[in-house]
């Protein structure tokens, strides 16, 4: 089982992130599991969500402690939450910055640098990072496809915002891809 | 068809196919999403249902009450606070024998207000004369639906369901589910075809005036009729699994409890945990099993017995407890189930509020069990007490 905790702020779309990316690991075969960490919903503020990933039925229902992979919507949120608490060695971290990190990850963690805002800017003129993220998930991590991560956008929003935001993720997954 | 959603959404397709004609209900946090597709699904034609929007919890379930009296199928949906002011039509359904089946995202009782999971709500109303099923996970939070008409329909039950899962923890998860298809639902669950019901031109009275004369039979009768639910459980939880592949015929689920020296016993979405917990703990030579209790009313007890008759200790996992008593309901009636045994029965309060339980949880648990430490609340933050 391989497990993914999101990062974010109230609004920045983490728990979309986390349903969309078991609905396109779902069509590519596996078993996925999505799940909010149950705050008190507040614009700002920090909040979580999990995704698990396995090739059978996950029974599992606690939170995620020990990620294979972490995404943070936002930098900021390194010095008031310890976002990558817990991650495995040989795992994976996804920030969105546009510094240079000013911080470091766990040893034999990969960390991988994005500036989704600004990707999300241009493809959407707003900075919601959520599915600019899941388009650099899909590139680093491989528990998804692309087309799959398509599919479940093109199912959750209309027409042109559907457009709008597989641009985002495409930009971002090929960054991610280009660079490895 | 297998497709991949959150469990509300589930819940809210299976109700739709079990075709109900009238919905009132309340939205209340973890439950809403239920009741928002339910309105949609009625505004978009997709259930022809009368969607009866109230301003309270109370009004809900007595619109239900009605409804359901007139002969309809009716349902409704709530939690915690919601379903706590709705109490007493919560008896009057009940003791006037009406099938309503009920969606109840499990959540806390304030105070202190809390919007997370545990079972202190529909726990608390166990003495009603509801029939209360527990899902351990999605799959199960659906399926139950269409069982739940099918057996508060039954002319030997005439009662009203419960059917539990647990807030958040299973309401607001994505996981894959099979949602049953129109034909196959209308298979298992024909039209409600009510023995009694309200109608003016032949006139009957339900819910009368009971003197001392009457009240005390009009117990026993509900009480016998939570008796014969065993067996349309049985019956048609078998005719489930029969046509759908998945069967609902047990009252309890028995994991690796065989050949178990310690049983857990345990209801709900954390018996997914449990169940992990316990393949570790069988790796390290454990031999720790989980009996799992799908229907706590009727309560198997006889079933319970049955199952736990060889093991050497018992640890029983609540996510409620009486106050004042020993300990949480699903501990006080497994010891009644197995009044006259020698068997050590511990119980652990936990997850109360929705506080996370783990596999280490679980596992500690077990220790302290074998240790004989028990009828406690634990994980317990000592520096708050």
């Given at each position: 089982?391989?497990?993914?905790?999101?990062?974010?702020?109230?609004?920045?779309?983490?728990?979309?992130?986390?349903?969309?990316?078991?609905?396109?690991?779902?069509?590519?075969?596996?078993?996925?599991?999505?799940?909010?960490?149950?705050?008190?919903?507040?614009?700002?503020?920090?909040?979580?969500?999990?995704?698990?990933?396995?090739?059978?039925?996950?029974?599992?229902?606690?939170?995620?402690?020990?990620?294979?992979?972490?995404?943070?919507?936002?930098?900021?949120?390194?010095?008031?939450?310890?976002?990558?608490?817990?991650?495995?060695?040989?795992?994976?971290?996804?920030?969105?910055?546009?510094?240079?990190?000013?911080?470091?990850?766990?040893?034999?963690?990969?960390?991988?640098?994005?500036?989704?805002?600004?990707?999300?800017?241009?493809?959407?003129?707003?900075?919601?990072?959520?599915?600019?993220?899941?388009?650099?998930?899909a590139a680093a991590s491989g528990e998804i496809q692309f087309g799959a991560l398509e599919n479940a956008l093109k199912h959750r929003f209309p027409g042109e915002l559907a457009v709008k935001n597989?641009?985002?993720?495409?930009?971002?997954?090929?960054?991610?891809?280009?660079?490895? | 068809?297998?497709?991949?959603?959150?469990?509300?959404?589930?819940?809210?397709?299976?109700?739709?196919?079990?075709?109900?004609?009238?919905?009132?209900?309340?939205?209340?946090?973890?439950?809403?999403?239920?009741?928002?597709?339910?309105?949609?699904?009625?505004?978009?034609?997709?259930?022809?249902?009368?969607?009866?929007?109230?301003?309270?919890?109370?009004?809900?379930?007595?619109?239900?009450?009605?409804?359901?009296?007139?002969?309809?199928?009716?349902?409704?949906?709530?939690?915690?606070?919601?379903?706590?002011?709705?109490?007493?039509?919560?008896?009057?359904?009940?003791?006037?024998?009406?099938?309503?089946?009920?969606?109840?995202?499990?959540?806390?009782?304030?105070?202190?207000?809390?919007?997370?999971?545990?079972?202190?709500?529909?726990?608390?109303?166990?003495?009603?004369?509801?029939?209360?099923?527990?899902?351990?996970?999605?799959?199960?939070?659906?399926?139950?639906?269409?069982?739940?008409?099918?057996?508060?329909?039954?002319?030997?039950?005439?009662?009203?369901?419960?059917?539990?899962?647990?807030?958040?923890?299973?309401?607001?998860?994505?996981?894959?589910?099979?949602?049953?298809?129109?034909?196959?639902?209308?298979?298992?669950?024909?039209?409600?075809?009510?023995?009694?019901?309200?109608?003016?031109?032949?006139?009957?009275?339900?819910?009368?005036?009971?003197?001392?004369?009457?009240?005390?039979?009009?117990?026993?009768?509900?009480?016998?009729?939570?008796?014969?639910?065993?067996?349309?459980?049985?019956?048609?939880?078998?005719?489930?699994?029969?046509?759908?592949?998945?069967?609902?015929?047990?009252?309890?689920?028995?994991?690796?409890?065989?050949?178990?020296?310690?049983?857990?016993?345990?209801?709900?979405?954390?018996?997914?945990?449990?169940?992990?917990?316990?393949?570790?703990?069988?790796?390290?030579?454990?031999?720790?099993?989980?009996?799992?209790?799908?229907?706590?009313?009727?309560?198997?007890?006889?079933?319970?017995?049955?199952?736990?008759?060889?093991?050497?200790?018992?640890?029983?996992?609540?996510?409620?407890?009486?106050?004042?008593?020993?300990?949480?309901?699903?501990?006080?009636?497994?010891?009644?189930?197995?009044?006259?045994?020698?068997?050590?029965?511990?119980?652990?309060?936990?997850?109360?509020?929705?506080?996370?339980?783990?596999?280490?949880?679980?596992?500690?648990?077990?220790?302290?069990?074998?240790?004989?430490?028990?009828?406690?609340?634990?994980?317990?933050?000592?520096?708050?007490?």
């Open positions: 089982m391989k497990e993914l905790r999101i990062h974010g702020r109230g609004g920045q779309g983490s728990v979309t992130a986390a349903e969309l990316i078991a609905v396109a690991a779902f069509e590519g075969g596996a078993y996925a599991q999505a799940f909010p960490a149950f705050g008190v919903e507040r614009r700002g503020a920090p909040v979580q969500a999990f995704v698990r990933f396995d090739n059978k039925k996950i029974r599992k229902r606690s939170q995620v402690y020990e990620p294979d992979y972490i995404i943070v919507q936002d930098s900021t949120l390194i010095k008031d939450v310890n976002v990558f608490l817990g991650v495995k060695p040989g795992g994976i971290v996804i920030v969105n910055t546009e510094k240079k990190p000013d911080f470091k990850v766990p040893e034999g963690v990969r960390l991988i640098t994005i500036d989704a805002t600004s990707i999300a800017l241009k493809a959407l003129g707003l900075p919601i990072t959520n599915t600019t993220l899941m388009g650099a998930f597989i641009a985002a993720a495409k930009t971002a997954y090929d960054s991610v891809k280009g660079a490895a | 068809m297998m497709e991949i959603t959150e469990g509300s959404h589930a819940v809210a397709e299976a109700v739709r196919l079990c075709r109900p004609q009238v919905v009132s209900a309340y939205p209340i946090t973890p439950q809403t999403h239920i009741v928002e597709a339910l309105a949609d699904f009625v505004a978009n034609g997709k259930l022809d249902a009368e969607y009866i929007t109230v301003e309270n919890e109370l009004s809900a379930l007595s619109a239900c009450v009605g409804a359901s009296a007139a002969g309809s199928r009716a349902y409704s949906a709530t939690t915690s606070q919601g379903l706590m002011l709705m109490a007493e039509v919560v008896f009057n359904a009940a003791g006037m024998r009406l099938p309503i089946v009920m969606s109840i995202a499990n959540r806390a009782m304030g105070a202190p207000l809390s919007i997370w999971n545990d079972m202190q709500d529909s726990i608390s109303l166990r003495d009603a004369g509801w029939l209360h099923f527990y899902a351990e996970d999605n799959q199960e939070a659906t399926d139950l639906h269409f069982l739940a008409f099918k057996v508060a329909e039954d002319p030997s039950v005439q009662l009203p369901v419960f059917v539990c899962f647990d807030g958040f923890i299973l309401s607001h998860t994505y996981e894959p589910v099979d949602i049953l298809t129109q034909e196959q639902a209308d298979t298992f669950l024909p039209a409600f075809a009510p023995a009694e019901k309200l109608d003016a031109k032949d006139p009957i009275s339900f819910g009368m005036y009971a003197t001392p004369e009457y009240y005390l039979e009009f117990r026993y009768e509900t009480n016998e009729a939570q008796k014969r639910a065993k067996d349309a459980i049985v019956k048609y939880g078998k005719e489930f699994g029969a046509l759908f592949g998945r069967d609902y015929s047990a009252m309890i689920e028995e994991y690796r409890l065989d050949d178990a020296d310690t049983a857990i016993v345990a209801m709900g979405s954390m018996c997914g945990t449990i169940k992990d917990a316990i393949d570790e703990m069988r790796e390290e030579g454990k031999k720790v099993g989980l009996l799992r209790i799908r229907v706590f009313r009727p309560f198997p007890i006889e079933e319970v017995a049955k199952a736990l008759a060889h093991v050497k200790r018992i640890a029983v996992l609540d996510k409620n407890v009486s106050l004042g008593s020993r300990g949480g309901a699903t501990a006080i009636e497994v010891r009644d189930a197995l009044y006259g045994s020698t068997i050590p029965v511990k119980g652990y309060i936990l997850g109360l509020g929705g506080r996370d339980i783990r596999k280490k949880d679980i596992k500690e648990i077990v220790s302290l069990c074998e240790k004989g430490i028990g009828d406690q609340f634990y994980g317990l933050r000592k520096e708050l007490i």
